[in-house]
């Protein structure tokens, strides 16, 4: 993507809407192979696998099984994908303040929004391209799968950092754009707050010990979980 400042408060753009609907056609297209390889697909069929990549547990072979394995995941990220864009387009669509802070959220809507709904995409049509070689016992393995997710999530957020690091250097907000590295994380000794706040969330400061204790904290769960998943199966 190729960012460019606009002399003054920038037009709001309208959200990428194509990425709902193509989000939402992935899981269309995955049933329609479903209906293509229909006698390929055993009866029951697989509906969960262990660590090691074996069936453990199954499903009768019906319309309303398999529209719900695709269906759901598929419905969630659109319906996320949605979500996200109407929040962030309706809070910059209204946004009000000083001048450099409705500069700010239009130029942020404008920026986020399509990586926003392109790594949705490519994570739906992952987790989809799998369900669908597993249930047709092409291929299975739940650590490729979890391999493929983390790094179309680090791509995100890559991404992410990307557009709030441009945003800082274009549309800096005078509080927080100084203290950012890498777009991302918040540095500065002189703020005793843990936390501060940005344009659509909240973020820690690095500067503090307590703000390293709670995210290590928070990103041990995951790979605990994970952990815990490749042992035991």
């Given at each position: 993507?190729?960012?460019?400042?606009?002399?003054?408060?920038?037009?709001?753009?309208?959200?990428?809407?194509?990425?709902?609907?193509?989000?939402?056609?992935?899981?269309?297209?995955?049933?329609?192979?479903v209906?293509?390889?229909?006698?390929?697909?055993?009866?029951?069929?697989?509906?969960?696998?262990?660590?090691?990549?074996?069936?453990?547990?199954?499903?009768?072979?019906?319309?309303?099984?398999?529209?719900?394995?695709?269906?759901?995941?598929?419905?969630?990220?659109?319906?996320?994908?949605?979500?996200?864009?109407?929040?962030?387009?309706?809070?910059?669509?209204?946004?009000?303040?000083?001048?450099?802070?409705?500069?700010?959220?239009r130029?942020?809507?404008?920026?986020?929004?399509?990586?926003?709904?392109?790594?949705?995409?490519?994570?739906?049509?992952?987790?989809?391209?799998?369900?669908?070689?597993?249930?047709?016992q092409?291929?299975?393995?739940?650590g490729?799968?979890?391999?493929?997710?983390?790094?179309?999530?680090?791509?995100?957020?890559?991404?992410?950092?990307?557009?709030?690091?441009?945003?800082?250097?274009?549309?800096?907000?005078?509080?927080t754009?100084?203290?950012?590295?890498?777009?991302?994380?918040?540095?500065?000794?002189?703020?005793?707050?843990?936390?501060?706040?940005?344009?659509?969330?909240?973020?820690?400061?690095?500067?503090?010990?307590?703000?390293?204790?709670v995210?290590?904290?928070?990103?041990?769960?995951?790979?605990?979980?994970?952990?815990?998943i490749v042992?035991?199966?």
């Open positions: 993507m190729v960012f460019s400042r606009e002399p003054d408060t920038p037009t709001l753009q309208k959200p990428p809407w194509k990425w709902v609907w193509l989000t939402l056609a992935t899981g269309v297209l995955a049933l329609l192979a209906y293509l390889n229909w006698e390929s697909i055993p009866d029951p069929f697989p509906t969960h696998w262990n660590a090691r990549g074996e069936a453990d547990a199954f499903s009768d072979k019906t319309w309303a099984n398999l529209f719900g394995m695709f269906g759901l995941i598929t419905g969630i990220l659109t319906l996320v994908i949605a979500a996200c864009f109407g929040l962030i387009y309706q809070h910059a669509k209204h946004a009000n303040g000083q001048d450099w802070q409705v500069a700010r959220s130029a942020t809507c404008n920026s986020m929004l399509t990586p926003l709904g392109k790594w949705m995409f490519v994570l739906n049509a992952v987790v989809v391209v799998d369900i669908y070689l597993s249930v047709t092409i291929y299975s393995s739940v490729l799968l979890i391999a493929a997710i983390i790094i179309v999530v680090v791509l995100l957020l890559w991404d992410m950092a990307r557009v709030q690091k441009w945003l800082d250097d274009h549309y800096p907000d005078p509080k754009s100084e203290h950012m590295k890498w777009g991302m994380f918040y540095y500065n000794p002189k703020d005793p707050n843990m936390m501060v706040h940005r344009d659509f969330n909240s973020t820690f400061n690095m500067a503090h010990t307590g703000s390293w204790i995210i290590g904290a928070l990103l041990s769960i995951p790979v605990l979980a994970t952990a815990l042992i035991f199966g």
